[in-house]
């Protein structure tokens, strides 16, 4: 039997809180339903989720402050921010603290079952409605100057397309733990921590498309 996607969900708003788990257990394994930043972070601790849904502005701590403790601490969860701020910059600023996915509460639904699929298969997820400004501000910084190898190039513009560790070794010829490798010299040459930044990186210096 296939094992169940876990979440986490976080929001301060018990009746929006209720809705979205209601959604959730129809399609994954709804582990805890959190109300505020510093919960968040100790539930994520604890349960280990694949997954982690959150709401931007909550109590104690910001989603964004609770992001970047986990990050620090190197917790794997992706974590898609479900929020009401149709905003770009907010989007842009949670993206480089590390985001998998951004979507509005008015889109909700759908959506944020496609994006969680999407943040399973390593990509990442961003409501198309403010899509074109984000993009442009993620890459309107000079990218960082690192050399990469030849076959660096070939692993992050694959990294890019949204393929797995395991397609990647297969379509180069190397073995998963290579292919890992590769990407985690990448991330320390380049100074950042999650693969989101990375496929930034790749649209930065053109090997990926925008």
């Given at each position: 039997m296939k094992r169940r996607t876990k979440v986490l969900l976080a929001d301060d708003h018990a009746i929006v809180a209720e809705g979205l788990a209601t959604l959730l257990k129809d399609h994954f394994d709804l582990l805890e339903t959190v109300g505020d930043g510093s919960a968040l972070i100790d539930a994520a601790?604890?349960?280990r989720p694949?997954?982690?849904v959150t709401d931007i502005a909550m109590p104690v701590l910001s989603g964004l402050e609770a992001l970047r403790r986990l990050k620090a601490t190197r917790n794997e969860a992706k974590v898609i921010f479900l929020t009401m701020h149709?905003?770009?910059q907010l989007a842009t600023e949670a993206f480089r603290a590390g985001a998998s996915g951004y979507v509005l509460k008015q889109s909700a639904g759908e959506e944020l079952i496609a994006a969680i699929?999407?943040?399973l298969k390593g990509r990442t997820y961003l409501t198309p409605l403010i899509t074109k400004n984000v993009i442009a501000n993620l890459t309107e910084s000079t990218p960082p100057t690192v050399k990469l190898t030849p076959r660096q190039?070939?692993?992050l513009r694959l990294i890019a397309d949204g393929r797995r560790m395991k397609e990647i070794g297969a379509i180069l010829e190397l073995s998963t733990r290579t292919v890992e490798s590769h990407k985690y010299e990448m991330m320390?040459?380049?100074g950042v921590q999650s693969t989101a930044e990375l496929v930034r990186y790749a649209i930065q210096i053109g090997l990926a498309a925008r």
């Open positions: 601790r604890k349960l694949d997954v982690i149709a905003d770009a699929q999407e943040v190039r070939e692993v320390r040459a380049l």
